[in-house]
C-alpha cells in the first residue's frame, strides 16, 4: 500500500514543482507564475531543469530565480525531458512531486486539489485534463483536435470523464517515493516517458488516477511546421513503445499508423490504375482511391460535427489541422515501430 501521511498533514505536504525547459521563452513565464500563484498551504521549491538554450530562455529563468527564492534553476547538460524531469526528481527536497510542461498553467487549486487527491486514493500519481487553448485560429483548430475523440483519441486525459484509476494521465502529482520505487523516468524513451513510466507504476501495483476536477491550460504549437514536428516525434516514440511493450498497447494506438498505410497504398493503387488505363488496360488498380476517398470524407464529417464554433477560419484550419496529425503521427509510429527511433531522433534531436 503506497505510503500514507496523517490526516493532519492534508494539503500541507511540502511540494516539489519540476519543469524541463528548453528554448520556450515565449511561455515559461507564464508557467512559472501560475505555479507560484498556487492557493497552497505547504511549503514548495520550483526546480526548473533547462537545457541548452539558445532563445533567451537561460536568461529569463535566472531573472525569475533571482526575484524568487522557491524558484531554482538546474543545468540539465543533456537537454531532453526524461533528462530534466530525473534532474529535478533528485534534487526535489519534498514528498510531493508534481511535473510542469513549460506550454502547460496550472489553475489556483491545482495542487491542493491533487494533493488531497493523492492522500484520499492513496494513488501513486494523480493527474487531470489536458485543456489546449489557442489564441490564434491556427491554435484554437489544434486545440479543438487535442480534446476530440477524432484528434488525439479518446484518452480521457484529453476529453475527460469520470474519476478513477487509469492507464496514464497528463503530467501527473507523484509520490516521490513511487518515482524511486520504479527507477524515476527511462532517459532512452525522449516522448511518451509518462505513459512508461505509469505503466511500472502500476506493474508495481501502485494506482494511477484520474481526476477531471483537475485541468491544465496547454497552450498548443502556433505553426503547421512546429505541429507537425512534435506530432511526428510523439507517434516514432509511440511506435517505439509500441514495439517495446506489445501487451501493454491498446487497438487505437494503431489507428492513425493503418489509416496512413492504408491511404498511401491506395494511392499507389491508384497511380497504377491510371497507369492502366493510359495503356488501354481496365484500371482496376484504381478502386484503390476508395481509401483515401473515404478517409477525406472521415475528415470532413469530422470537421463539420467537431470544428464549427470557432470561426471560419478555425473551421478551414481544422481541415488542415486533422490530417497534419493523423499523418505526421502515423508515419512516425511506422518508423518507430520499424526500430528506426534512435537513427531519426540522432539526426533531430527528437
Known amino acids: 500500500m503506497p505510503d500514507q501521511p496523517d490526516g493532519n498533514a492534508r494539503s500541507t505536504l511540502g511540494v516539489s514543482y519540476v519543469m524541463p525547459v528548453l528554448n520556450d521563452a515565449s511561455h515559461v513565464r507564464a508557467a512559472v507564475e501560475s505555479i507560484l500563484d498556487q492557493h497552497y498551504d505547504g511549503p514548495v521549491e520550483v526546480l526548473i531543469a533547462l537545457g541548452p538554450s539558445i532563445d533567451g530562455t537561460s536568461e529569463l529563468v535566472a531573472d525569475l530565480a533571482a526575484r524568487d527564492t522557491r524558484v531554482r534553476v538546474l543545468d540539465n547538460e543533456v537537454g531532453s525531458t526524461p533528462a530534466g524531469l530525473n534532474l529535478g526528481i533528485r534534487a526535489a527536497q519534498y514528498p510531493v512531486v508534481v511535473r510542469v510542461d513549460s506550454h502547460s498553467m496550472l489553475p489556483a487549486d491545482y495542487t491542493r486539489i491533487a494533493v488531497d487527491t493523492l492522500e484520499r486514493t492513496g494513488a501513486d500519481n494523480v493527474g487531470g485534463i489536458m485543456a489546449a487553448h489557442g489564441e490564434t485560429a491556427f491554435e484554437r483548430a489544434v486545440a479543438r483536435a487535442y480534446t476530440t475523440p477524432v484528434g488525439l483519441g479518446g484518452s480521457a ?194
Open 157 to 350: 486525459f484529453h476529453v475527460g470523464g469520470t474519476a478513477g484509476p487509469v492507464e496514464t494521465v497528463y503530467l501527473g502529482v507523484f509520490r516521490r517515493s513511487a518515482l524511486e520505487r520504479v527507477g524515476l523516468f527511462d532517459e532512452t524513451i525522449k516522448r511518451g516517458q509518462d505513459w512508461e513510466l505509469n505503466r511500472r507504476l502500476r506493474a508495481s501495483g501502485g494506482i494511477v488516477w484520474f481526476t477531471p476536477e483537475l485541468s491544465v491550460t496547454y497552450r498548443p504549437r502556433s505553426s503547421l511546421e512546429r505541429l507537425g514536428r512534435q506530432m511526428f516525434s510523439t507517434g516514432l516514440w509511440r511506435g517505439e513503445l509500441a514495439r517495446r511493450f506489445p501487451a501493454a498497447n491498446g487497438v487505437r494506438y494503431f489507428v492513425p499508423p493503418v489509416m496512413v498505410l492504408g491511404v498511401l497504398l491506395g494511392l499507389l493503387a491508384g497511380l497504377g490504375g491510371l497507369i492502366q488505363a493510359l495503356a488501354g488496360q481496365t484500371p482496376w488498380l484504381a478502386a484503390g482511391l476508395v481509401v483515401p476517398i473515404v478517409y477525406l470524407l472521415f475528415v470532413l464529417v469530422a470537421a463539420l460535427l467537431y470544428g464549427r464554433g470557432q470561426g471560419a477560419a478555425s473551421w478551414l484550419w481544422f481541415l488542415v489541422v486533422l490530417p497534419c496529425i493523423h499523418v505526421a503521427w502515423g508515419a512516425g509510429f511506422v518508423l518507430g515501430y520499424l526500430s528506426l527511433t534512435r537513427n531519426i531522433a540522432s539526426h533531430t534531436g527528437r
